[in-house]
């Protein structure tokens, strides 16, 4: 499939572009915060889908906005500090189009004045016991809570929600030994437990502020330009270079390393996941618990102390191109300390990438996949993608005599435009799959020009409110063609609009600045190839179930600042002409739903949950705490059948994972919890009996077209 047309347009922007932005741009202005305000408003104003006049009512947006994240739950600022901020609360356009950073400034120091002394306050307060007999009640509605005016509030204010967070622990504390068989144990006093639950808050609230000392001024200031660029949608986000290799990392499921996943704890940099398949894997030498005190590179003669490092710092020095050697100075889990020589390689994100298993049902067999996103390589698409490994897994499942098809795009949040162009094409003839279409351009519609079906059997695709963009667009056009039933949510997501990421770097002919990250902002909106906008309205499920999320705002349209939903014209298309009694399937899904006593269970918890998530007072009286506790546990507990439930059917890995599982112990014990969990999903077992409906119905219509050919 060629590129979309404005997409290649941008490019020839970026490239005519890159020649007019150098330092002299900003002369008098050498900063390099400064080079970002100028240099992303810019790009935001020539290719933003909606650009946005900054003026006044946008400096107020991004006023309020930029004070709750730095400040979010009303713990550092003073009323007197918000004052001071808000003689800028209508100078922040100004300060944009000025190349000033007057207000960053003043918030920053500020902040970190503040975070100061809350360093200090913290320690002390939980220096001296809490008395959980008193009576007294938090309130955790921090929207609507005011700033406090002195320091016996704030003293009151971090009182409270130390407090809270010590009489959680305290609770479970109390409760263990209570509940505790071993009467070998020695009982503790209620001092002994109140001490050890101020004891484990002091640790949280210190790794708390290890992480915050980690950050610096730029990840501050990252913070701040985020505020600005989210006002033009949900969707347009500024990514610092580190967030953009996390950012190509989750959208490829690849990265160059020793395949770790790392943490920082006293100071210390510790592993906390060894992935499987990568080198550090393959090599069996590390494992989850080390510490690595230093690392050096290959040609490097002294090693670096990893001692105090940021973990974004320390995964720099760990990383790094496939076939080169970094050698880790690693103290082990049982207190000895070696070197560790790792030749880095491509690790692959196995919990990224589609899955596929068999499941047999009144001796037919149907196949479930997986698809957690839509994944590609930003830098090659002919890599490994989602397109790609769906085609090959269905050609497996064909192998294996499949009979009809579940395709899960639950909780799968999207990624690329192509792969959904791609993967709509194994299912249909040709035609078009999504129109997109830029602010002032007409739509271009995108399609499959492959006559070819890899897959013209039963399909039915299951939703919720989770799956977004290329999820919907996927959903749609199957809906559209009336090629797949969709069971889920009463709507998807609502996410109609397209990213591109921009390399700021790009921009520049010559720059003294280093790397200046990226930003992802929305040109484009794609519509249905009826017309109709998935845009805050989403993908109407054509069997709407209940499911956890049926009570959570959640969607595109419970953001801030989303752009609105509208109409184009319908492109030209053919509606499957197979085998589906739409109608009498859905309707036959419908009333099994209905009567689903599981399903029912599982609306009734929503509600409860949403319930329980709308309280903002919590009673910080032990007795009055408990009696809460106990009251919700309760209430929960005919919730407990939920997990209880089990269906008779057996799920098992195609014969290549098989092989693959005789050497990968960690692999096989990941499919056996999802085949686990599949057989105790009562969502994959009714899209089963909805394919067990369509099946029937060919078969009968088969044989009345027999009996008519006959006659």
Not at 313 to 327: C, E, N, S, Y
Not at 441 to 461: C, F, N, R
Request: proline fraction near 2%; glycine fraction near 4%; aromatic fraction near 10%.
């Amino acid at each position: 499939m060629k590129k979309s047309f404005l997409i290649v347009m941008l490019s020839v922007i970026l490239a005519g572009a890159s020649c007019s932005f150098t330092s002299k741009s900003f002369e008098g202005n050498p900063d390099k915060d400064k080079l970002l305000i100028d240099l992303i408003s810019y790009v935001l104003s020539k290719l933003h889908y909606d650009a946005k006049n900054v003026n006044d009512d946008f400096s107020k947006e991004v006023y309020n906005d930029y004070i709750d994240a730095l400040d979010p739950l009303k713990r550092y600022f003073y009323d007197s500090d918000i004052a001071e901020f808000k003689a800028y609360e209508t100078q922040i356009d100004d300060q944009i189009k000025n190349k000033d950073i007057t207000f960053f400034n003043l918030t920053y120091d500020k902040l970190q004045e503040r975070m100061a002394e809350a360093r200090i306050l913290y320690k002390e307060i939980l220096e001296k016991p809490f008395d959980f007999d008193k009576q007294e009640v938090i309130n955790t509605d921090y929207d609507h809570l005011s700033y406090v005016k002195n320091k016996k509030e704030m003293e009151d204010r971090w009182r409270q929600q130390l407090k809270l967070n010590a009489l959680s622990s305290y609770y479970d504390k109390v409760k263990e030994q209570e509940d505790s068989k071993d009467k070998t144990l020695e009982k503790k006093n209620i001092k002994e437990l109140e001490k050890e639950a101020r004891d484990l808050t002091l640790t949280s609230m210190k790794e708390y502020f290890e992480f915050s000392d980690d950050l610096q001024r730029k990840d501050w200031f990252a913070i701040y330009i985020n505020s600005i660029v989210e006002e033009y949608d949900p969707h347009t986000y500024y990514f610092a270079p580190q967030d953009k290799d996390r950012f190509d990392i989750a959208m490829s499921g690849k990265l160059e390393g020793i395949g770790a996943r790392l943490q920082k704890k006293d100071n210390n940099i510790k592993i906390v996941e060894i992935i499987s398949g990568g080198p550090a894997w393959r090599g069996e030498e590390l494992e989850v618990g080390d510490l690595i005190l230093k690392v050096k590179q290959e040609k490097e003669e002294e090693p670096v102390s990893l001692t105090g490092m940021r973990v974004d710092d320390a995964v720099k020095l760990i990383k790094g191109p496939k076939g080169t050697k970094v050698i880790l100075n690693v103290k082990k889990v049982d207190g000895s300390i070696e070197d560790i020589p790792i030749v880095r390689d491509i690790v692959e994100l196995e919990e990224t990438y589609t899955k596929s298993s068999l499941v047999k049902k009144n001796e037919r067999t149907y196949g479930v996949i997986n698809l957690p996103k839509f994944y590609f390589n930003l830098q090659d698409y002919n890599q490994r993608n989602a397109a790609s490994d769906i085609k090959k897994e269905i050609i497996r499942l064909k192998e294996q005599d499949m009979e009809g098809l579940v395709l899960d795009l639950r909780n799968n949040g999207g990624g690329s435009l192509q792969t959904v162009v791609d993967i709509a094409g194994l299912f249909i003839k040709q035609g078009p799959i999504v129109q997109v279409k830029g602010s002032d351009a007409e739509p271009e519609i995108l399609k499959d020009k492959d006559h070819t079906i890899l897959w013209d059997g039963p399909l039915v695709i299951l939703v919720n409110k989770l799956s977004a963009s290329a999820s919907e667009i996927l959903a749609a056009a199957m809906q559209d063609y009336k090629r797949a039933i969709i069971i889920g949510s009463e709507q998807t997501y609502g996410k109609g609009t397209v990213q591109n990421v921009m390399d700021l770097n790009r921009w520049m002919r010559s720059n003294d600045f280093g790397d200046l990250g990226a930003l992802k902002l929305t040109t484009q909106k794609f519509y249905r190839v009826n017309g109709g906008s998935t845009q805050l309205e989403g993908v109407k499920s054509d069997v709407v179930v209940q499911d956890r999320y049926s009570y959570i705002d959640i969607g595109e349209k419970d953001q801030e600042n989303p752009l609105p939903w509208d109409k184009i014209r319908a492109a030209e298309y053919k509606v499957w002409d197979g085998y589906i009694d739409f109608e009498k399937t859905i309707a036959s899904s419908k009333e099994r739903m209905a009567k689903n006593d599981q399903l029912q269970l599982i609306g009734e918890n929503a509600k409860w949950i949403k319930d329980k998530r709308d309280i903002d007072e919590y009673s910080l009286n032990f007795e009055k705490y408990k009696a809460n506790i106990e009251k919700s546990e309760m209430e929960a507990e005919k919730f407990e059948a939920i997990t209880e439930y089990k269906t008779d059917l057996l799920y098992e890995s195609l014969p290549y994972e098989i092989e693959m599982i005789k050497k990968d112990t960690i692999l096989g014990e990941k499919r056996k919890r999802w085949h686990k969990s599949l057989s105790k999903d009562v969502y994959i077992e009714e899209a089963l009996n909805v394919l067990e409906d369509i099946k029937m119905n060919n078969i009968r219509k088969a044989k009345a077209n027999s009996l008519t050919i006959k006659n």
